[in-house]
């Protein structure tokens, strides 16, 4: 098994509860908490929200999208104001992912072949390549403290053929991302191999023998029963090289948080509390309010009476809420999206106090009660 390689970055774990683990991610900049969750700011910002707005939730590190950014602004533009830290001004860590996912999800405008993938851009139609190379070559430009691998995501009912050649080249694949990385910037290999256990182990192993900073689970909630998801995780996660930090790629819901940390999982991205925001979702610890719903219509109470957000704290009903949002004013999305990133900030520090006091099995058993409850 190989190791971490990069200057400026290390992972060590403070202490575990069962598979739980809380740990210190050091980056160029800063340390990391972990578990931690990795709010999403897709076009290099959080949807609504300032980076000063985003460190209140209790983020230290926050998720660029690299194919978005490679069309518009473009790397260069990106890399002449700063990269992506002096171009955002987020002063904390920042990963980016591939691209990939992107590309692959581009079905009616993607090809794929040994080299990489060839699509179109949805913004003008452009001619694109995306090789392990661009891959590298853009995010060594943009500047994240972390980059991701180019990888194989096949959907979630996809054949035991497509998942082995998925694995096989992602595993190629990673050779060629680790041979053009930027020398200062860490890199994290992607495990593939569907809900088959033993396939994502031996891919896991592949990719632990290789001198990657981290490990990710990628390919989950594409369209796999997220029972299923659950059960692969607790077989895998606790397999996966404990020198360094795991990470679930987009996932998912404060459930899913829960489980995944009890199986090992020290980092996540998700834009799931954004994205529901924006349609007028909240996320509290008993489940969701879908604040257009008429029984809110003279609710004097805030999304939730325990929450410490600033929205909850000012004391924003329900009522007023729900008229900001069928008015279609633009102040509702940013108060719902700052309580759904502190409720995901507040479950990942509760849930690192409860490893580092050894009784995670509790705080999971507490947390998953109340949002069972609530959708029940």
């Not at 082995?164 to 595993?171: K, L, M, P």
């Not at 990628?218 to 029963?225: M, R, T």
Request: overall charge neutral; hydrophobic content about 40%; aromatic content about 8%.
């Amino acid at each position: 098994m190989s190791g971490p390689s990069t200057p400026g970055y290390a992972f060590r774990t403070l202490a575990t509860s069962g598979a739980a683990r809380a740990g210190i991610l050091t980056t160029p900049h800063g340390e990391v908490p972990t578990p931690t969750f990795m709010p999403v700011g897709t076009q290099g910002s959080v949807k609504t929200m300032s980076p000063e707005e985003v460190a209140a939730t209790g983020a230290r590190i926050v998720l660029g999208n690299t194919y978005h950014l490679w069309l518009r602004p473009g790397p260069e533009v990106v890399a002449g104001l700063g990269g992506l830290h002096g171009f955002t001004k987020w002063p904390h860590a920042m990963l980016t992912d591939s691209g990939g996912f992107q590309a692959f999800s581009l079905a009616e405008r993607r090809q794929t072949s040994e080299d990489g993938f060839v699509f179109r851009s949805h913004l003008d139609g452009s001619k694109k390549v995306l090789t392990p190379e661009v891959a590298m070559q853009v995010q060594g430009q943009i500047g994240a403290d972390i980059a991701m691998q180019l990888d194989i995501c096949p959907p979630g009912d996809a054949s035991r053929a497509e998942f082995e050649a998925a694995c096989a080249r992602t595993t190629r694949w990673a050779k060629r991302c680790l041979a053009a990385k930027r020398p200062d910037q860490a890199v994290f290999g992607i495990v593939q191999g569907g809900t088959d256990p033993a396939l994502r182990r031996a891919h896991a192993e592949e990719l632990a023998a290789m001198p990657f900073d981290g490990l990710a689970l990628g390919g989950f909630s594409v369209g796999e029963p997220i029972a299923r998801m659950h059960e692969v995780l607790m077989e895998v996660g606790p397999t996966l090289d404990p020198e360094r930090p795991h990470y679930l790629m987009g996932v998912g819901t404060p459930y899913d948080l829960v489980r995944a940390i009890g199986a090992g999982v020290d980092m996540f991205d998700c834009v799931l509390p954004t994205r529901n925001a924006r349609n007028g979702q909240a996320l509290t610890r008993t489940g969701k309010v879908v604040i257009k719903q008429a029984r809110y219509r003279t609710d004097p109470s805030p999304l939730d009476p325990t929450c410490t957000c600033p929205t909850c704290a000012a004391g924003y009903s329900r009522a007023y809420l729900r008229h900001l949002f069928l008015a279609g004013e633009i102040l509702v999305l940013r108060l719902i999206t700052a309580h759904n990133l502190h409720l995901y900030g507040t479950l990942v520090r509760e849930a690192r106090e409860a490893i580092l006091a050894g009784r995670y099995d509790a705080f999971a058993k507490e947390w998953l009660a109340g949002l069972e409850a609530g959708s029940a």
